[in-house]
């Protein structure tokens, strides 16, 4: 299960890194509503798998939350347990409040809205995202 869970967590990525930027360009040209609601759907699959492997199936997770102040020395160890899940949250939630702030407004006001809060939030998930070639880095494309 958890080898399953990881792998598409790591394939669905590409798809929520892929709509931050289609959501953001949208949002600049003012069709931001399906790009950006094919992100939210995206992020909040994207959290529910990655909370899963936090809590529930990763045996990385599981050693790191037993010894969590000896893992916060360590930057591969800390990238897990705090820096990447605190990022990928606070673009879950910009989206979702961009989401919410574009509802009100003209439409000039709500495409800004929309692609500060997409942008914002694409620009966390690029820099919190496990690339190859960081301490803490995984394969671009995972296979079971």
Request: hydrophobic share 55%; net charge positive.
């Amino acid at each position: 299960m958890y080898t399953t869970i990881l792998t598409i967590h790591s394939w669905l990525r590409w798809v929520a890194l892929v709509a931050g930027i289609a959501a953001t360009i949208g949002a600049l040209r003012g069709k931001g509503d399906k790009p950006g609601l094919i992100l939210m759907i995206t992020l909040d699959i994207q959290m529910l798998l990655g909370l899963l492997l936090y809590f529930v199936v990763s045996p990385l997770m599981a050693e790191i939350r037993a010894n969590f102040g000896a893992a916060m020395k360590d930057p591969t160890n800390r990238f897990w347990a705090v820096e990447h899940i605190t990022m990928m949250l606070v673009a879950v939630i910009l989206v979702h409040v961009g989401r919410v702030l574009a509802r009100k407004g003209t439409p000039e006001s709500r495409s800004m809205k929309l692609f500060l809060c997409f942008g914002a939030a694409t620009v966390f998930m690029i820099l919190r995202t496990p690339w190859p070639g960081l301490a803490a880095g995984r394969a671009l494309f995972r296979m079971p």
